[in-house]
């Protein structure tokens, strides 16, 4: 009997991964979000955390320990959030390795979300938010994403288990989370 879930959350930039994890919670999920490792090594680093030590942060961290160098580091905050009978949503896996990792980890109680939504949606979404770490022009957005391309973004997605097509309302989108949200408790209590 399966007595907890790992919802892992894919796709690029502003997708809507954020959003998809903050209505998981909302229905009773936990969050390790993977942007939060990242920047937890930036700071200790002494560094601002911006777009660029981001960036230099995440590609070293994948270099020196293995693409999925930042799933390993999730791994001990997945487990302590992780209770009988609980739901835990991982935001923001960028590469196929990372998909590698937790599915070895966690087996049958992974499932993989693949948000997409187009460029123009995006690219508006990340002016709208101004995250500390979000790009400042379309030219940058283009880079982040061929750099997140090379991690293995696009096979992460491709291996969801599920896919959401992002381009309509919050409201839309919480509907669609909160019918797979419910999909995987009930798989929990069979």
């Known amino acids: 009997m399966t007595d907890f879930s790992i919802i892992g959350l894919v796709g690029y930039q502003a997708s809507g991964k954020t959003?998809?994890?903050?209505q998981l919670v909302e229905l009773g999920a936990e969050k390790v979000r993977m942007g939060d490792v990242v920047w937890e090594e930036v700071k200790n680093r002494d560094l601002k955390v911006n777009e660029e030590n981001v960036a230099k942060v995440a590609q070293k961290l994948r270099s020196n320990e293995g693409m999925d160098a930042i799933a390993k580091r999730c791994i001990p905050k997945i487990r302590e959030k992780l209770g009988e009978n609980?739901?835990?949503?991982?935001?923001?896996?960028?590469?196929?390795?990372?998909?590698?990792?937790?599915?070895?980890?966690?087996?049958?109680?992974?499932?993989?979300?693949?948000?997409?939504?187009?460029?123009?949606?995006?690219?508006?979404?990340?002016?709208?938010?101004?995250?500390?770490?979000?790009?400042?022009?379309?030219?940058?957005?283009?880079?982040?994403?061929?750099?997140?391309?090379r991690w293995g973004l696009n096979e992460a997605m491709d291996s969801a288990d599920i896919t959401i097509e992002n381009e309509g309302s919050l409201r839309?989108?919480?509907?669609?989370?909160s019918e797979i949200f419910r999909e995987v408790t009930e798989k929990n209590e069979n």
């Open 86 to 149: 609980e739901t835990v949503v991982i935001d923001g896996i960028r590469g196929f390795s990372e998909v590698e990792k937790f599915k070895n980890e966690f087996e049958d109680n992974f499932i993989l979300l693949s948000i997409k939504s187009s460029d123009k949606k995006r690219y508006r979404r990340i002016k709208d938010r101004k995250r500390e770490d979000d790009i400042d022009d379309f030219e940058s957005f283009k880079e982040k994403d061929e750099r997140e391309l």
């Open 19 to 22: 959003a998809v994890a903050s």
């Open 172 to 177: 839309d989108l919480k509907l669609k989370v």
